[in-house]
């Protein structure tokens, strides 16, 4: 008999009782959406959660970036990241912006703030940085440069649900940051995301964004689009955040049984955050020393009927629709990354069997 598969992550799914009560709510009140009562709620919490002054609930992480854009009224050249998922660069296109990539570091494949200051020139508007794995960038380093240049800070969020650096949220920092709920994420509302912001001006504009512009039932304050996010995503989103804290347990002692399992094994180099911070257990990165190595990984794995994924590969720079840069680190780690399947459902017998595997492939 074959394998249930592993893939790299596992939604996880509240109670269906509890969903159910909600949508049950939804019925009675007729209202999907249009800022309806569990969005409110939604946003309110999370707000509480995630200690930010402002933040919006939308319908997607990449809808999150676009309006985060708009608000901050970015123009020209974005200083970015080769180093992320492609909505990171494809929505600073798709928004007419030019995307300038800055190569990573090497420890935790955030973006490296040494080299920041190079790429500057006077049509940089923002620095749009990715938190990898739910690694901090060096917050502290890039609002310095951007304070010194007037420059706005935008951060990729997706994967920093709950992270902290030195007791305050990773989301306090810079002028905006993105949150995506997508199933996959370790909070998720099936589909959607969030805007945090510490600036009032700043959340009034995503305010109306959001909205298709409006301010008020009969007034526009200017443009818009339309990336609210709907009621049953809400209510979603509220059966999971109360089981948070049992989610990132889980996570956490798999991934520290994983270490043990893999922390000797010659050809892999198991990634950590760089910063002092409180981590989340998104994702289980490992780099190997070759991507020969790798693929020869994943062709093991994948016949033993586990599903890890190359995340995030290829490097950024080779869009065909982004100007030629080179990022040599970027372009070689892509190559030899690899994201092992975690989420709050592994047991530890999958992650010795992964592990054996991982060491036997070599």
């Known amino acids: 008999m074959s394998k249930i598969p592993l893939y790299i992550t596992k939604s996880f799914l509240p109670p269906v009782e509890e969903y159910t009560k909600r949508i049950k709510a939804i019925w009675e009140s007729g209202q999907l959406t249009n800022q309806g009562a569990n969005v409110v709620e939604l946003e309110k919490k ?22 985060a854009y708009k608000a901050l009224d970015l123009k020209g050249d974005v200083i970015t990241t080769p180093f992320s998922y492609v909505a990171t660069v494809s929505s600073l296109a798709w928004e007419g912006l030019n995307p300038v990539f800055v190569d990573i570091k090497e420890d935790d494949l955030c973006i490296d703030p040494a080299k920041i200051e190079a790429a500057i020139t006077p049509t940089t508007s923002a620095i749009l940085a990715t938190h990898v794995y739910g690694f901090p960038c060096d917050v502290e380093a890039i609002e310095k440069i951007a304070a010194k240049h007037n420059l706005k800070v935008i951060y990729d969020a997706a994967h920093a649900f709950g992270v902290t650096v030195n007791g305050r949220s990773i989301l306090a920092y ?20 969030a805007i945090a912001t510490p600036h009032a001006d700043v959340a009034h504009n995503i305010s109306y964004m959001r909205n298709f512009g409006h301010n008020g039932p009969e007034a526009f304050q200017g443009v818009g689009i339309n990336a609210k996010m709907s009621e049953p995503h809400a209510a ?16 956490k002692n798999a991934t520290e049984l994983y270490n043990q399992h893999l922390q000797h094994v010659v050809g892999i180099r198991i990634l950590k ?90």
């Open 236 to 251: 979603l989103g509220l059966c999971v955040l109360p089981h948070m804290p049992q989610i990132v347990a889980h996570r």
């Open 174 to 193: 810079g002028d905006a940051s993105t949150l995506s709920f997508h199933a996959t994420k370790i909070f998720h509302s099936g589909e959607g995301g």
């Open 46 to 67: 999370l707000q509480n959660h995630l200690a930010v002054k402002h933040l919006f609930a939308v319908s997607n992480g990449t809808l999150a970036l676009q309006v």
């Open 273 to 362: 955050p760089t910063i002092t911070s409180e981590h989340n257990y998104s994702y289980y990165p490992v780099v190997f020393k070759t991507e020969s190595a790798l693929v020869n990984t994943i062709k093991h794995l994948n016949a033993d009927n586990i599903f890890p994924r190359r995340y995030f590969y290829p490097s950024l720079t080779a869009l065909p629709y982004v100007s030629n840069q080179e990022a040599p680190v970027a372009e070689d780690v892509s190559s030899r990354v690899l994201c092992l399947p975690l989420s709050s459902q592994i047991t530890d017998e999958e992650i010795a069997r992964i592990a054996t595997i991982i060491q036997q492939s070599f």
